[in-house]
C-alpha cells in the first residue's frame, strides 16, 4: 500500500515561457537561441580593440597625447555596455494569451464573423483602431492568440510577439524592439565612431613611423596594424550606413519593419500617425522617451503541484482488514440492462432488483465540486483588453 502526498513546487515565470528564447542569471538575461554571430561580434570588436592597445597606443601616447587611449578605452567600454545592453535585455516580448482569453477572443471573432458556410473562406482577423486620425488595423496572432498592438510584429525567430518590432539582428542575437531600441542605435553610433577612431589613428602611427624607419619596414614592425586597418576598412561601410539607415528612420519615426513593408508610403499614401512632423520631436521621442517596463515578469514565481508516494503501515491496514471483514453474498449479481448474452435465470432478478430501488427512499447526493477552469478569473482582463483596443 502506498499514499499519494500533493506537495506545492516554486518555480520561476522564465522556466514556462513559450518562444524561443534562452534564459540565463535566473531569467535576468533574455537572449535568442541563435548567439553564434553575437559571439563573433565579440571577437572582432575585442581583438581589433586588443590589437590597437598593444600596438598604436603605446606609440601615440608618447609621441601626440595619453589622451588619445583613454578616450579610446572610453569609446570602447562604452560600445560594449550598448552592445550586452541591447543582448540582454527584453526587447518588448508580449505574452500569450491564456486559455480562458483565447477562449473569449474566438467565441468575439465567431459572433462578429457569423455563420461561414462550408468551402468558403473565413473573413481576416483584423481589428480597426483611430490613432491620431488615421485608421490602424490591429492583426491576430495566431500563434500567441492574441490581437497585436499597433507596430507589433511575431518574431519568426524567437516565435514572440514584440512591441515596436524593429527587426531581428543576428549580430547582437536578440530582437529589436520598443524596450531596447535605443541602446541599439546608441550601439551602431558608438560603434561607427570607434571604428573611425582606430582607422584613423592606424593610419597616423603609420605615417609617424614611415617618417624615422621607412614605410616597409613599419609594416614589418607592427603586423597588427595592417590586419587593424583591414578590418575597421571593411566594416567602417557597413556599421556606418547602418546608422546613417536608423538615423533616416528615427527622424520619421519609423521601424525597419514598417519601412520594408511600405506601411506609410504604400498604395494608399497612408502618413504616419506616429510622426510629430518635426525631426528633433521625433528623436526626442524614440531616444528620451521614458523607459517601459517589462510585461513578462520573468522572475515571478508560479506553483506546481508535485505528486509523491510514500509506503503506509501494512500492519494497521490489515489488523483494520480482520476487524472488519467485508459480508460474503453467494447470489449472483444481476447486469443493469439484459442483452443477449444474460442468462434467462438472471433476469428475474432484474425486476426484482428495479422495484426495490424505486421502493427505497431517495439518497441526497453531495454538491459536486465546480471545475477551477469555469469560472476564469482572466475574464475581466479580457474585458479589459476588449475595450482598450476598441
Known amino acids: 500500500m502506498s499514499a499519494i502526498m500533493i506537495t506545492r513546487k516554486a518555480t520561476r515565470k522564465w522556466e ?19 548567439k553564434g554571430v553575437f559571439y563573433l ?31 579610446a578605452v572610453l569609446l570602447f567600454l562604452f560600445v560594449m555596455a550598448m552592445l550586452l545592453r541591447t543582448s ?27 455563420n461561414v458556410l462550408a468551402g468558403q473562406r473565413p473573413p481576416p482577423r483584423i481589428k480597426n483602431v483611430q490613432i491620431n486620425n488615421q485608421i490602424v488595423k490591429l492583426k491576430y496572432c495566431y500563434t500567441c492568440k492574441i490581437f497585436r498592438p499597433p507596430r507589433a510584429s511575431h518574431c519568426s525567430i524567437c516565435d514572440n510577439c514584440v512591441d515596436r518590432f524593429d527587426h531581428h539582428c543576428p549580430w547582437v542575437g ?3 524592439g520598443k524596450r531596447n531600441y535605443r541602446y541599439f542605435y546608441l550601439f551602431t553610433l558608438s560603434l561607427s565612431l570607434l571604428t ?18 621607412g614605410f616597409v619596414s613599419t609594416l614589418k614592425e607592427t603586423p597588427g596594424t595592417v590586419l587593424e586597418v583591414l578590418v575597421c576598412f571593411f566594416t567602417l561601410w557597413s556599421v556606418v550606413g547602418l546608422t546613417g539607415f536608423h538615423t533616416y528612420l ?12 511600405g506601411s506609410w508610403s504604400g498604395k494608399n499614401r497612408i502618413q504616419n500617425p506616429y510622426s510629430h512632423k518635426n525631426f528633433i520631436k521625433n528623436c526626442c521621442e524614440v531616444l528620451c522617451g521614458p523607459t517601459y517596463p517589462s510585461v513578462l515578469d520573468r522572475r515571478g514565481v508560479m506553483l506546481e503541484d508535485a505528486c509523491s508516494s510514500t509506503p503506509s503501515d501494512v500492519s494497521v491496514a490489515s489488523t483494520t482488514k480482520s476487524s472488519n471483514p ?17 442468462p434467462d435465470e438472471a433476469k428475474p432478478g432484474i425486476a426484482a432488483g428495479t422495484q426495490k430501488s424505486s421502493s427505497s427512499p431517495k439518497e441526497e447526493k453531495p454538491p459536486s465540486s465546480r471545475d477551477p477552469l469555469s469560472t476564469s478569473p482572466n475574464a475581466i482582463a479580457s474585458t479589459v483588453i476588449k475595450e482598450s483596443a476598441h
Open 16 to 34: 514556462k515561457l513559450p518562444g524561443k528564447n534562452t534564459f540565463c542569471c535566473d531569467g535576468r538575461v533574455m537572449m535568442a537561441r541563435q
Open 326 to 342: 467485508a459480508p460474503q453474498t453467494t447470489e449472483p449479481t444481476a447486469p443493469l440492462i439484459p442483452n443477449e448474452h444474460t
Open 250 to 261: 528615427i527622424s520619421l519615426n519609423q521601424t525597419t519593419n514598417e519601412d520594408i513593408k
Open 88 to 114: 540582454f535585455s527584453d526587447p518588448g516580448v508580449l505574452p500569450r494569451a491564456l486559455p480562458e482569453e483565447a477562449n473569449f477572443i474566438e467565441m468575439e471573432i465567431e459572433a462578429a464573423n457569423g
Open 41 to 71: 561580434t565579440l571577437f572582432l570588436i575585442i581583438g581589433t580593440c586588443s590589437l590597437f592597445f598593444a600596438f598604436e597606443c603605446p606609440y601615440l601616447a608618447v609621441h601626440l597625447s595619453p589622451a588619445i587611449p583613454v578616450f
Open 196 to 213: 573611425i577612431y582606430i582607422f584613423v589613428f592606424n593610419i597616423v602611427h603609420v605615417v609617424l613611423r614611415s617618417v624615422d624607419s
Open 174 to 176: 536578440n530582437c529589436v
